[in-house]
């Protein structure tokens, strides 16, 4: 029975620890990795970045030696757009192609002039605060902690420069399926959404769900099951079937 690794990337302000849960709620054939990005969880005395292409190179150095097989990719927002950036560092750094990228919860790399004119100038801690009630995914009471906003403005800070200054490369189409989640009442249209499919030579996949911004959350057990579906199609494309 083959075993795929899911590299998992968080959003803006989270620990790759966002997808802990995840671990106990996949078939067995699906180990899910956690990535931690520097300056968070395990990795919080590192310094933040800001350079996404740097990042995203620093990355797929760490994450080559822990590739044991098939592996597929999956960020949200701007995990989704690292995930993409990764996988294009790792396939320049010689490692094999994955089944899939997963990119969730963000308008395709081509379509970001919204969030240039958002993110590209560093915000105000108010500035942040009323991003993170927007988004709807922050309770009240971890808004009036002072002590965990003095822990995660920095890094909500700096992942959103990340964002704002990334800058598209065109590059040759990945050769792996891509699959695309979004959320029906999420910033990110689906115009914005069905532009992904021009990074990919390979199958591509669309998915709507309902929700917000944090629809990966709301609908955990949906995304989920989009997931192990999209996956386990792709490794049967690759003739390694999968038991369920």
């Known amino acids: 029975m083959a075993n795929v690794q899911l590299f998992c990337l968080p959003y803006s302000g989270a620990s790759a620890m966002v997808y802990s849960r995840w671990r106990r709620a996949v078939p067995a054939w699906l180990s899910v990795v956690p990535v931690e990005l520097p300056g968070r969880g395990a990795r919080l005395g590192e310094a933040l970045q800001t350079d996404m292409h740097a990042l995203a190179r620093q990355l797929a150095r760490e994450v080559l030696p822990r590739i044991t097989g ?15 950036e990764m996988v294009h560092a790792l396939r320049e750094g010689g ?8 990119a969730s919860g963000t308008a395709a790399p081509t379509r970001r002039e919204d969030y240039e004119r958002g993110f590209a100038d560093p915000k105000s801690d108010d500035e942040l605060k009323a991003q993170l009630r927007d988004l ?23 992942d959103f420069l990340m964002c704002g200054r990334y800058q ?14 979004g959320g029906a009442d999420d910033r ?16 591509f996949t669309l998915d709507m769900l309902p929700g917000g911004h944090f629809f990966i959350h709301e609908h955990e057990a949906k995304v989920l099951r989009l997931l192990k579906a999209n996956l386990d199609e792709s490794v049967r494309h690759d003739r390694a079937p999968l038991s369920a």
């Open 70 to 84: 098939p592996y597929a990719v999956f960020g949200h927002s701007l995990g989704a757009l690292l995930a993409f």
């Open 95 to 102: 490692a094999p192609q994955p089944l899939a990228l997963i």
């Open 136 to 158: 709807q995914g922050t309770p009240p009471e971890v808004l009036a902690n002072q002590e965990l906003m003095e822990l995660t403005l920095p890094i909500l800070r700096a």
């Open 188 to 203: 990110a249209s689906q115009e914005q959404l069905v532009a992904w499919q021009q990074e990919g030579q390979g199958s």
């Open 168 to 181: 598209y490369r065109a590059r040759p189409p990945l050769t792996c399926a891509l699959h695309v989640l």
